[in-house]
């Protein structure tokens, strides 16, 4: 177990060092000049190039790279060329408000997934399971600046049932979490689906069946724990793509999460911020996957990690 811990750390660093290098290539070939951004359409050559200077934006790619790499390994992530404060410090105050509303669509796509999954692997070849189907593949094609506003307009103008936008209490995140579990959800259902259909004809589920065991106890205690393991490993890789694609949602429910800081970044080319919240959001999904790998084994113990 430790050696296997080992050998995926120092493979989640390398993949950490390339994603910072990747993003800093592409940020550096942009055509936005973030100096301008700071100076104003106003300021004078010899400002901006001051500027340019106290940013260490006049120095060769590498130059600024190693500086870059040397602060990260420091606990330095930078500062923000606008907001003039550690990048760390502004992701920080950030990271509760994106954790409350991951987990909470986490809770949503999971629920809401799994269970038109089972019941279509149950129903197969019924009308049921054409229309849960039809369905799922309804919410992996709704983009969701689609259906951020339109389950906005429905149950919080319509209705009334939930607050418009705003951030501090579960009712202010039920919406912006359904929004992202939606088209969550249907990945899930469809996956869950097709390993329910395999799991159905296994020899031990037959076993479990001709012994007289309930549809009930042969579906809690041996199709679904074995049909759910490509889920956990789904589970893994949400955790990085809610902590940095919730830019959409969170931007049209006001919540104040790392994603609205991104794209706040991104219209004015805040390298730093950008940065700071891709390498969060790359380690996110580093982490959940080893999280995932490493449960694995306690849901189906012919698992080994190697």
């Keep these: 177990m430790w050696s296997y811990v ?36 106003s300021a004078t050559p010899q400002v901006v190039e001051s500027i340019r200077r106290e940013l260490g934006l006049d120095q060769p790619f ?3 790279y190693w500086t870059y790499l040397t602060g990260l390994v420091q606990g330095d992530m930078g500062r923000s060329y606008l907001q003039r404060a550690d990048v760390a410090t502004l992701i920080a105050a950030r990271l509760p408000a994106t954790l409350q509303l ?43 600046f689609v259906v951020g506003p339109l389950l906005l307009y429905l149950f919080a103008v319509k209705l009334g049932w939930f607050p418009i936008s705003g951030y501090g209490t579960l009712s202010h995140a039920v919406l912006p979490a359904l929004t992202l579990a939606i088209t969550g959800s249907g990945w899930y259902a ?36 074995n049909a759910i393991l490509p889920i956990i490993a789904m589970i893994g890789i949400d955790v990085g793509i809610f902590m940095g694609g919730a830019v959409i949602v969170e931007s049209v429910f006001g ?52």
């Design 255 to 306: 919540w104040p999460g790392i994603g609205q800081l991104a794209w706040q970044a991104i219209q004015r080319v805040d390298i730093p911020i950008i940065m700071g919240v891709t390498l969060v959001s790359a380690f996110a999904i580093v982490l959940g996957n080893l999280l995932a790998d490493m449960i694995a084994p306690l849901i189906d113990p012919r698992i080994k990690l190697r």
């Design 62 to 64: 590498l130059v600024q």
């Design 102 to 144: 991951m987990g909470l669509a986490i809770v949503f796509e999971l629920v809401i997934g799994l269970t038109l999954g089972i019941a279509a692997a149950l129903y197969r070849g019924r009308a049921v399971d054409s229309v849960l189907m039809m369905t799922s593949f309804a919410a992996v094609s709704a983009p969701q």
């Design 190 to 225: 469809r996956m869950m689906q097709s390993s329910m259909i395999d799991v159905l004809h296994t020899d031990y589920v037959r076993t479990a069946r001709a012994k007289g065991l309930t549809r009930r106890r042969v579906l809690l205690n041996h199709a679904v724990p």
């Design 6 to 41: 080992a050998r995926r750390l120092i493979q989640s660093v390398l993949i950490l060092l390339g994603v910072s290098l990747v993003t800093f290539v592409l940020l550096y070939v942009l055509p936005a000049d973030p100096v301008r951004q700071i100076a104003g359409r």
